[in-house]
RNA sequence: GGCGGAGUAGCUCAGUGGUAGAGCAGGGGACUCAUAAGCCCUUGGUCGGUGGUUCGAAUCCGCCCUCCGCUACCA
């Protein structure tokens, strides 16, 4: 088991509203730093939002508002989407805080002290209202080469003179370490492209924008000394950060970077970064090179996952095919929607989701599976037992047993893989497990029987049924981490305490309770059953 | 163009030489504890096409078709 564990995700861009497709991966990260806090690892989990560039600044403008002003506002949006998901960050981080402000400048320093930044020139097409832009993102026209998001407004091509980070310089490094680490990043095909990547050739990177706009000032004048006027605020003739100097940076301000030396060389380097396979190669190339020029540790392991398609296309704000967190929460509950998209959606790839893919999935595995489950299994020892619930047999006589140990181990196998999808497919596999033994065992008959005065038969029904409760148990506690709020309840009707938080602290190490029968000799009392996952039938809203 | 991956039941996918599989969806049945759920049975596929290797190919090789990822500066 690890020593700790420290999880990121990728950092919201602050001008669009929170959609379901971006908060994905903030949701499998929450519930992996679930899974390690309740096993007792400490766990610092970190999420948040971007919220320099000239496009947020744009965006203000048109309302008619200051840039920060603005992303006050839309920080509260993503926040209450995560909290509406039971999304549980140790800190949830901001580009704008102070402390985040310090370590982009600091970074900077470094590099420039280690030799790594050099002035030079950036030259592109420039759009009046959006700045530099990709030579992806313009378009060719008769009329001139144009930007797609002002098309009567004609580009510039401008040269600027920026810092440039000497990425080249790190070539054969990343690719000793991408040789000597073949976990660091996931899965393996996505090493394969940024290895081959590498082994390309490495160019430079500018990591600065001419002029005072939307971003932290950088630190330094081009004669090399603190870029500050007389009157000690930034030179605004120095220029600000741009982005990945910037928003990268937010990995190591959330661990303590500059300013707390105990806490950082505590939870640095990350243990996993979940990102998005559009930001791999920033992630995997850039930003160890910028670690390694500041003197700090690369992270130990990067997680790439897909995109949510919706027929095929990517989810996006602008396409207009996305989901509104609050609307999902609103049809499935926060343990619903968590878990129909951690099980819908494949960790390392691209999965195509619909509406009526997570509706199904919720209807057949939350409501009818388990669910079920648990209140067949809940409203039998009630009804049979009274109210004292029966204690399951020892583990070499208990069929399910045997089936539950070779479910957790492949449960933990797939966590530790972030495979969540499969260590889900896993679990439920047991919860088939579970409602064919109700069938084979048939309790209402065994009931009977007992009831008529068959000795055997009474022992047989507690028995029976005190297997199947734990089982509700043990799925309960292994699904904690994805439906924390559901967990409690169903230990409630258990019996059983649930002695974690909300936030999945302050419990005994999850392992220990994942151990068929360990509360066995513990008296406890069944609550009425009340269906968990009542059975849905929403179509989608505005659908 | 180069490198890599994928095309298997309506849907999502597993299956790397030996008589085609799972889940969901569809159909039928027995039961009845339960959220008309669960359980059992079942319909359904010339395993992208084609040629070859082999006693035997979804599985190996050649060619073709289609789709996807990477091929540098978006936040």
Redo the contacts with the bound molecule.
């Keep these: 088991m690890p020593d700790r564990f420290y999880v990121t995700t990728a950092?919201?861009?602050a001008?669009?509203k929170p959609g379901l497709h971006?908060l994905h991966e903030v949701i499998a990260a929450d519930a992996l730093a679930r899974w390690h806090r309740m096993r007792g690892v400490p766990t610092r989990f970190l999420t948040g939002t971007?919220e320099?560039?000239?496009?947020?600044a744009m965006r203000a403008a048109e309302e008619g508002r200051s840039p920060r002003d603005f992303v006050d506002e839309q920080v509260t949006k993503f926040v209450a989407a995560e909290d509406a998901l039971l999304i549980a960050p140790d800190r949830f981080i901001r580009t704008t805080d102070a402390d985040h402000v310090r370590a982009s400048q600091e970074m900077v320093r470094r590099a420039y002290a280690n030799g790594d930044i050099y002035v030079g020139t950036?030259e592109?097409w420039y759009c009046p209202n959006?700045?530099?832009?990709?030579?992806?993102?313009v378009v060719e026209t008769a009329a001139g080469t144009i930007c797609p998001n002002h098309p009567d407004v004609p580009l510039q091509w401008l040269t600027e003179r920026n810092w440039?980070f000497r990425?080249?310089a790190y070539q054969e490094r990343l690719e000793r370490w991408f040789e000597e680490h073949p976990g660091f990043v996931q899965p393996d095909?996505?090493r394969?492209?940024?290895l081959?990547?590498i082994r390309?050739?490495?160019?430079?990177?500018?990591?600065s924008r001419a002029g005072a706009g939307w971003g932290i000032p950088f630190p330094i004048a081009e004669d090399g000394r603190p870029a500050v006027s007389e009157d000690g605020s930034p030179d605004p003739a120095a220029g600000t950060i741009?982005?990945?100097f910037?928003?990268l940076i937010n990995y190591i301000t959330g661990a303590g970077f500059p300013d707390d030396a105990d806490l950082f060389a505590r939870w640095w380097p990350a243990d996993l970064h979940v990102i998005g396979?559009?930001?791999?190669?920033?992630h995997t190339?850039?930003w160890p090179a910028m670690l390694w020029s500041a003197g700090l540790e690369a992270p130990r392991r990067v997680w790439v996952h897909g995109w949510l398609l919706a027929q095929?296309e990517?989810m996006s704000k602008s396409r207009g095919n996305f989901l509104d967190p609050l609307d999902f929460v609103a049809a499935f509950g926060a343990d619903g929607a968590r878990y129909v998209a951690l099980r819908e959606v494949?960790f390392d790839?691209?999965?195509?989701v619909s509406w009526d893919?997570f509706l199904?999935?919720y209807?057949?595995?939350?409501?009818?599976?388990?669910?079920?489950?648990?209140?067949?299994?809940v409203?039998?020892a009630g009804?049979y037992l009274g109210g004292e619930r029966p204690a399951p047999r020892a583990a070499p006589t208990a069929p399910l047993a045997g089936a539950w140990a070779t479910t957790l181990r492949v449960v933990e196998e797939r966590l530790a893989g972030c495979l969540v999808h499969e260590a889900l497919a896993a679990l439920w596999d047991f919860v088939?497990a579970a409602?064919?033994a109700?069938?084979?065992e048939?309790?209402?008959?065994v009931?009977k029987a007992a009831k008529a005065g068959d000795a055997a038969a009474a022992a047989r029904l507690r028995d029976v049924l005190g297997d199947l409760l734990e089982a509700c148990r043990l799925v309960a506690l292994a699904a904690a981490p994805v439906m924390p709020g559901a967990a409690p309840r169903v230990l409630a009707q258990l019996g059983h305490a649930y002695p974690w938080d909300a936030r999945g602290d302050g419990g005994p190490p999850l392992l220990d309770e994942l151990v068929w029968g360990v509360h066995a000799t513990e008296a406890g009392t069944l609550a009425a059953?009340t269906?968990?996952?009542?059975?849905l039938d929403v179509g989608e809203p505005g659908g």
């Design positions: 950092i919201a861009y001008n669009n971006t971007d320099h560039s000239v496009n947020i950036y592109g959006e700045g530099f832009r990709n030579p992806t993102d440039f990425l080249s095909y996505r394969n492209e940024m081959g990547f390309g050739g490495l160019e430079d990177f500018s990591i741009y982005v990945w910037d928003a396979k559009d930001i791999a190669r920033f190339i850039f095929g990517r494949a790839r691209d999965s195509d893919g199904r999935r209807n057949a595995d939350l409501a009818n599976d388990f669910g079920n489950l648990v209140n067949r299994t409203s039998m009804r088939g409602n064919r109700v069938d084979a048939a309790p209402w008959a009931a059953p269906p968990l996952f009542p059975r």
